[in-house]
């Protein structure tokens, strides 16, 4: 049978999984958390954006949800904390060895630092050429550096995933790179933080776990927390863990979980609860718990699981790193263009075809940058075959490389 266009599409441009695994649930909350951080960043790029019909209900409910729509990043953080949990936990509670450190870490480095590295090399040469045209980056944040000095100043913490701890900030070239040195903070402790799984007993582990979200998010949501903690895996903990316990469940689920009818209505109240209670910052506390009820009813519900493990969905879920990398550059590019085109109105309207057309220019944008930039380094021994090209003794080796996947 020939296949359709759209099935061309979603071959040419499916995530490679380097164990060979695919869970499409998990696809689709990217697609939910990469598209909501989007509408988030192109509802900030509005001018006069608070006034855009907020006395209608149609209007405030809208904003309120595109203005909560950076909680899209903690969702990216529970779907990190299932992923990386969920081998760990298989080998524990399997009673097998915990996944050697080594290789762990050096999977992580290949898969994730090759798209990094170009991104930021492709961000600072963008930004010499652009920023003194003032179209990309506002020339009172450059003040009187020069763009490749400010460039310089910044690039150099970023690709060590250090900027925010070593200036306090994020990086004013590309701000949402912070989330990034976030996920390398629980790289570097997943091994450790992976021990909880070693407790054998099913209800004190579940119990432990719900205990250390509880107190993480306390923490996160204090006056304390909300000053220096947020942009450190510590304040962002309870995020992670809400995917370890979706792991757990997961796990006891033999990895083969049933839609059910029965959690239609859950996992409805569920999401609407999460929507509802993500702009409210006196109810952030509570959120990480709605977000595991929402997890999990993506799992087991009919009707919720149908949408997530749409094949679209799970495809363009399967691209959000790179989306991620360039969408805020694109808008910060686009946006204000776009909004003068469309009018330059304060209009539902205008506000609505920007949320539509920006995107669509992300997502066409990304699929380019996916192919070249990210999808080549998911093959699980990209490095070992070009090593094998690269040092002629190595060649005669080359045929001894497993294919990825395999």
């Not at 927390?225 to 309870?238: F, I, K, S």
Request: glycine share 8%; with cysteine; charged share 15%.
């Amino acid at each position: 049978m020939t296949e359709s266009a759209g099935q061309r599409f979603r071959t040419r441009f499916a995530r490679i999984t380097s164990s060979g695994r695919f869970i499409p649930e998990i696809d689709g909350l990217r697609f939910l958390a990469i598209s909501w951080v989007v509408l988030f960043h192109v509802w900030g790029s509005v001018p006069g954006r608070q006034q855009t019909d907020a006395c209608s209900a149609l209007g405030a409910a809208v904003l309120r949800t595109l203005g909560a729509g950076a909680i899209g990043v903690q969702i990216f953080f529970g779907v990190s904390g299932f992923i990386l949990a969920l081998p760990f936990a298989r080998r524990i509670l399997s009673g097998q060895a915990s996944i050697p450190i080594r290789p762990y870490l050096i999977r992580r480095v290949t898969r994730l630092e090759p798209p990094y590295v170009i991104h930021l090399l492709l961000i600072t040469a963008l930004f010499a050429l652009a920023a003194g045209s003032g179209l990309i980056w506002d020339e009172r944040l450059i003040g009187h550096a020069t763009p490749l000095e400010f460039a310089v100043r910044h690039q150099p913490a970023s690709l060590v995933y250090l900027h925010g701890p070593a200036t306090g900030y994020a990086n004013p070239i590309n701000c949402v790179l912070w989330s990034l040195e976030v996920e390398v903070q629980f790289y570097l402790l997943m091994p450790l933080l992976a021990r909880v799984f070693a407790i054998r007993s099913r209800a004190a582990r579940r119990t432990t776990l719900l205990g250390c979200m509880a107190a993480a998010s306390t923490l996160a949501n204090a006056d304390l927390g909300a000053t220096w903690l947020g942009p450190t895996v510590l304040g962002q903990l309870h995020w992670f863990l809400v995917g370890f316990l979706t792991a757990d469940f997961y796990l006891s689920w033999n990895e083969s979980p049933s839609p059910d009818r029965r959690w239609d209505l859950p996992a409805a109240l569920a999401w609407g609860g999460f929507i509802v209670l993500a702009p409210i910052e006196g109810a952030r506390v509570l959120l990480p718990f709605v977000l595991l009820a929402c997890f999990l009813s993506v799992f087991r519900s009919k009707v919720i699981r149908s949408a997530f493990t749409n094949p679209w969905a799970t495809t363009i879920g399967g691209m959000c790193y790179t989306i991620y990398l360039y969408h805020y550059l694109i808008i910060l590019a686009a946006g204000r263009p776009l909004h003068r085109w469309l009018g330059g109105g304060n209009g539902m309207l205008s506000l609505l075809a920007l949320c539509f057309i920006l995107p669509a220019i992300i997502l066409v944008f990304s699929c380019g940058a996916f192919l070249l930039f990210e999808r080549p380094f998911m093959r699980r021994d990209w490095h070992l075959r070009v090593w094998a090209r690269l040092n002629p003794r190595s060649r005669s080796h080359a045929g001894e490389i497993a294919p990825a996947n395999q």
